[in-house]
């Protein structure tokens, strides 16, 4: 084996390891085109069903834990934005080694940056609704159906979360909240996401550390 191949080797073991690409999203996700700039998946990071929570992910971190709080974030309160939060520096996390998306499905797919969720937001009707899961339970949650001319038959569901906080799950079929890649440059240590009841859907921001949903995009 000469010196170029072991050099190749050595480059695609360190890209499986920054970007998960040995991971691999469920058989049944699927990528849902609404007419906009990228496709929507169908379901949730750690789903099996659209219905299905899901797992909820502090910003930049790829994997689920225990408590969500400044003391347990990759980046505790005191460095969080400051010179060594290697996040920060990136202002977007999308398909990098801090996607929770790219990380645990592969494929492609990655997390919706703020103009994405935007997009989402502003070119769909969303409709507070409910939906069995497959052990017949009802879900809270919008059904988001595209508003762009030949799509308007296409549509996705998020559930309503709501939120991981210190040990708790917090406001089940109340409220989601969606992470985007994005984030807040006016205050490095929070991040943009979709918030949601039943009375509103907007982008806001807030501390990275909060743990929530994701819900992964695809490049078309």
């Known amino acids: 084996m000469n010196i170029r191949t072991i ?3 050595s480059l695609l073991i360190l890209t499986f390891a920054l970007i998960g690409c040995t991971a691999k999203a469920p058989s049944n996700v699927e990528a849902v085109d609404l007419g906009l700039s990228v496709k929507w998946a169908n379901m949730n990071v750690g789903a099996t069903e659209e219905t299905e929570m899901g797992d909820y992910f502090a910003w930049g971190e790829t994997s689920t834990k225990r408590t969500y709080s400044w003391n347990e974030y990759v980046y505790e309160n005191s460095e969080c934005g400051k010179d060594n939060d290697d996040m920060a520096k990136l202002t977007d996390i999308a398909g990098t080694s801090f996607d929770a998306a790219t990380c645990n499905w592969g494929g492609g797919w990655h997390m919706p940056n703020y103009d994405q969720v935007l997009e989402l937001v502003s070119n769909c009707t969303w409709t507070w609704t409910n939906m069995k899961n497959s052990k017949g339970d009802l879900v809270y949650g919008y059904v988001i159906v595209s508003n762009v001319d030949g799509y308007t038959d296409k549509s996705i569901f998020l559930p309503a ?60």
């Open 7 to 9: 050099h190749i080797l």
């Open 161 to 220: 979360a709501g939120y991981r906080i210190e040990n708790d799950i917090d406001l089940v079929d109340d409220y989601g909240s969606y992470w985007s890649s994005s984030i807040f440059n006016q205050n490095l240590k929070q991040a943009w996401f979709i918030t949601m009841n039943s009375e509103y859907v907007q982008a806001d921001h807030y501390n990275r550390y909060y743990g929530h949903t994701i819900r992964a995009v695809m490049d078309k």
